[in-house]
């Protein structure tokens, strides 16, 4: 099969997995009877709990990345784990940029997303976009003496900025929560 | 030497009985965010300080006041 074709259904595949998951997760949900209020409460502590976690099982992702050479050939397995860490990487800006929760009412993301949410993932935000510049500036000032592929740099840029700003934010949430 | 808005938000509320999370679901928050407020880790914004005056019957001047 053609490599730009199986790129493309596995990154389907896996945006097809996080809808199960997530479809998964609001069934759980939707068992418990809460208000408005309470489901706020309920999914940002959920929240505040995840990011961190999420944190880390990005940057478990760029090890597997980074671990397997560049000179070989690219296996199928490798393009399964690029995939799922671009899937990854765009559901997190996405939930960065946005209010997250997509498939909550608007009552809940709008309350999820109160004033003090909104500042937490802005300052998120703030540090992820430090942290891919410092990224760049690395990068730039490293291939002086080694060679990085286009692929690597954007790789470690993105990188760099979503796990700061996942952790900044996750740090925030959790402070406000105690 | 920063300026810390202060407040008595925790006072107030005890006063008339409610908890943060009827604060906040008063005032359209969660209770996190009214957490940060009373606690002054979080600067609110005009709307939300005006809102949780009314909440709690008193003047944004009478619950909020700057400490240097």
């Given at each position: 099969m053609d490599q730009q074709l199986r790129t493309i259904i596995f990154f389907l595949a896996g945006i097809a997995a996080a809808l199960i998951l997530v479809a998964i997760f609001k069934w759980r949900v939707r068992k418990m009877p809460m208000s408005v209020a309470e489901k706020a409460e309920y999914l940002s502590r959920r929240r505040a709990r995840m990011l961190p976690f999420l944190a880390v099982i990005f940057l478990t992702q760029q090890a597997s990345y980074f671990t397997?050479?560049?000179?070989t050939a690219v296996r199928a397995v490798d393009t399964v784990k690029i995939s799922a860490w671009l899937v990854l990487s765009v559901i997190i800006v996405a939930a960065l940029a946005t209010k997250g929760?997509?498939?909550?009412t608007k009552e809940v993301r709008e309350l999820v997303d109160d004033e003090n949410t909104r500042a937490n993932r802005l300052e998120g935000m703030r540090w992820g976009f430090l942290f891919a510049m410092g990224a760049g500036v690395v990068i730039y000032f490293l291939t002086m003496f080694e060679p990085v592929s286009a692929r690597e740099a954007v790789h470690i840029t993105m990188s760099a900025g979503i796990v700061a700003a996942l952790v900044r934010w996750g740090v925030l949430e959790r402070r406000a929560h105690a | 030497m920063p300026e810390r808005l202060a407040n008595r938000i925790k006072e107030r509320r005890t006063e008339l009985g409610l908890t943060q999370a009827e604060l906040a679901e008063k005032v359209g928050v969660t209770r996190k965010t009214v957490n940060t407020v009373e606690n002054g880790v979080f600067t609110p914004s005009a709307t939300l300080a005006i809102k949780l005056a009314a909440a709690l019957g008193l003047s944004v001047e009478q619950l909020f006041w700057i400490e240097p």
């Open positions: 397997q050479s560049s000179a929760f997509w498939l909550e | -």
